[in-house]
């Protein structure tokens, strides 16, 4: 199998999963839209989106949710109320944190009122998950799931938005926890040194195109 991802987006979830589970995956990586070898990732996935997995089977699996259950099916609850929780917390981390609060607020084109607006309805969501972790160490309670990955990845991102955590100490202790895990250290350690190259090496060209001549 691929992982298609790009350094700290939402495929870092599917990335510490792999690691949890040892999981055998050829990890792709995608920058500026292309593969290593130069290919459009357009070609691969035609809307572009990270992460995505290419089975041997030659299907290609998209959407983070789905990528977090498949390769997280040897760790997942049985079918009943537990598997149930487990779709409830990665259907509200992808929709009323990922896409809702942070999107926004990522996106350098997002109109002022739109970045006011995402920041107005965090506090709730935030809240919200903050009085469950306050009395769980995960999200399904004493153990970590997939969803964990992904609550991870989200909140991570705040520290490169106007979104302050610390009124939630049980959000610290969680990330905390996270950052323990030798699964998390090794996918997160790899893609933030990913991220930092890559920025690296757009300081460099912005400073080539407008040196003086």
């Not at 949890?20 to 070898?37: G, S």
């Not at 997995?53 to 997280?72: F, H, K, P, R």
């Not at 964990?148 to 905390?176: E, K, M």
Request: charged letters at 20%; glycine letters at 4%; one cysteine or more.
């Amino acid at each position: 199998m691929k992982l298609y991802y790009s350094p700290l987006a939402c495929s870092l979830a599917s990335h510490i999963v792999a690691n949890e589970l040892a999981l055998a995956l050829d990890r792709v990586l995608i920058h500026d839209k292309r593969t290593p070898d130069g290919t459009p990732y357009t070609e691969i996935h035609p809307l572009g989106l990270v992460p995505a997995l290419a089975l041997d089977s030659g299907e290609l699996l998209t959407e983070n949710a789905a990528i977090l259950q498949y390769l997280g099916e040897p760790i997942a609850p049985a079918p009943g109320i537990e598997r149930a929780r487990l779709h409830k917390w990665l259907s509200f981390i992808g929709t009323e944190l990922h896409k809702l609060v942070f999107a926004p607020l990522l996106d350098p084109a997002s109109a002022p009122a739109v970045r006011e607006a995402a920041i107005a309805k965090a506090e709730l969501r935030l809240a919200y998950v903050a009085e469950h972790l306050g009395h769980h160490d995960y999200l399904l309670g004493d153990w970590f799931s997939v969803a964990d990955a992904y609550l991870f990845t989200v909140l991570n991102w705040a520290q490169v938005t106007p979104i302050d955590l610390s009124p939630w100490p049980a959000l610290g202790r969680f990330l905390t926890r996270m950052r323990a895990r030798p699964a998390v250290q090794a996918a997160f350690g790899a893609e933030v040194a990913l991220y930092l190259k890559a920025k690296e090496r757009k300081t460099a060209a912005a400073a080539t195109t407008h040196s003086p001549r």
